[in-house]
């Protein structure tokens, strides 16, 4: 094996398990967070759903504020003091979290994390460092199976370790993630090519002036809105399902645990096994076309099924949307020049956190209001009925949008 395909190897190997890690953290801390909540405030689980969007919106606000910083940093300095910076931040904020003592550590944690530990920008763009063409889409895909894979483990370990404490989720998901820091230190290397460095450009290290630059690649901005619509209906899943699923199925948090595993199982096999072949198939669009329609698909029976049995049978489909980001985000990147894809990935970052936030403020309200008690109407599934309507309009985008010519090609 030459030196670079052993350093590439050794690239995408903890690319890969610190995405993983990334999702454990996540799963663990997802069934326990109501939970804290209540316990740090003494309220309702309806008012829980309503403090859980603004703890959420926190960290939304900064990643969507410093994703193109971030990723600008990335395409002057390279990827690894980048990614390694982003995963410390990460680690310390569920640290804060699992210490907290009012609930303003959960919103200092949310925003630290937020602004300087999202690891997807920079993984994505690493990535994208090492593959071109269609390829890209797999190693995307990889990416999303990484993260199916560790929501099989965290959610279950969060439903676990919940029994022990509300807070010990949090520690064990920061002394994961602080590990895997000091891990990559010895072991993740520099992944992008020194020819393809650029100088720092402090007026594109921002939301507005990122979208400026990339906005002169052309094709690239109708993709970047339906990426960010689609973005927009899928928060749903992280933005309300902990207080959905104990609207709606009255589960606890084993329960929800075992339902994010399901999940995560579902999405693994897709992106590992299935994306590539669809791909290399039918191509990047019709990919992204099939992935909406079967989440579309799943909105709608997670809107009216009450028994808890039938949704997890329903929350199979979920693994098969989880094709539809890799293809679009494959999509943007292979019309992006190298010595942009850090700029891309950050903006991508920052059209994640938006829709994360809008998600939190309009989901999570909408289910506070058909679950409260001065509410004469009982509908917690009227949220998926809202993620519907904004998956109709990004597929009717995304199908009206011009052709590309290797895709006018395939066809």
Do not use: H
């Not at 969060?158 to 072991?187: K, M």
């Not at 690239?220 to 899928?234: D, E, G, K, Q, S």
């Not at 076309?289 to 579309?296: A, D, L, N, S, Y």
């Not at 059209?351 to 403020?361: D, H, R």
């Amino acid at each position: 094996m030459s030196d670079l395909a052993d350093k590439q190897k050794r690239a995408q190997g903890f690319i890969l398990l610190t995405v993983f890690i990334y999702s454990v953290g996540f799963g663990i801390i997802m069934p326990a967070l109501p939970d804290l909540i209540m316990e740090l405030e003494g309220i309702s689980l309806s008012e829980a759903a309503q403090m859980g969007a603004w703890i959420g919106a926190t960290y939304s606000i900064f990643q969507f504020l410093c994703g193109p910083l971030v990723g600008n940093l990335g395409d002057r300095f390279g990827r690894r003091p980048i990614f390694l910076f982003s995963l410390f931040f990460f680690g310390l904020d569920f640290l804060l979290m699992g210490f907290a003592p009012s609930i303003i550590w959960l919103f200092i944690g949310r925003g630290l994390a937020g602004g300087l530990g999202a690891i997807f920008g920079p993984a994505n763009a690493a990535m994208a460092d090492m593959t071109e063409g269609e390829e890209r889409a797999a190693s995307f895909g990889k990416v999303g199976a990484a993260f199916g894979i560790g929501f099989i483990v965290g959610p279950a370990m969060g439903g676990l370790l919940a029994d022990f404490g509300t807070r010990l989720p949090f520690f064990v998901a920061g002394g994961l993630a602080l590990a895997n820091c000091l891990y990559g230190y010895f072991v993740f290397p520099e992944t992008m090519r020194d020819d393809d460095r650029r100088e720092f450009s402090l007026p594109r290290a921002n939301p507005m002036g990122a979208l400026a630059s990339l906005g002169k690649i052309p094709a690239l901005l109708p993709i970047a809105l339906v990426y960010f619509l689609w973005m927009c209906a899928t928060q749903i899943y992280p933005a309300s399902w902990s207080f959905f699923a104990q609207a709606q199925f009255g589960w606890d948090a084993k329960m929800v645990g075992v339902s994010l595993t399901i999940v995560g199982i579902s999405m693994a096999i897709v992106q590992a096994f299935v994306i590539g072949r669809m791909v290399k198939r039918f191509g990047e669009r019709r990919t992204a076309i099939f992935g909406i329609c079967v989440g579309i698909l799943g909105f709608a029976g997670m809107a009216f099924i009450t028994n808890g049995a039938i949704a997890l049978l329903v929350t199979v489909l979920t693994g098969l949307q989880g094709m539809v980001m890799p293809s679009l985000n494959a999509m943007m990147s292979r019309r992006t020049p190298a010595n942009q894809q850090g700029e891309l990935q950050g903006l991508n970052g920052s059209m994640a956190a938006l829709s994360l936030l809008i998600a939190q403020l309009v989901f999570n309200n909408v289910l506070a209001y058909y679950t409260s008690d001065s509410n004469p109407v009982y509908f917690p599934g009227a949220t998926f009925l809202v993620a519907i309507a904004i998956a109709l309009v990004t597929l009717l985008i995304l199908v009206m949008l011009p052709k590309a010519k290797e895709e006018a090609q395939r066809a």
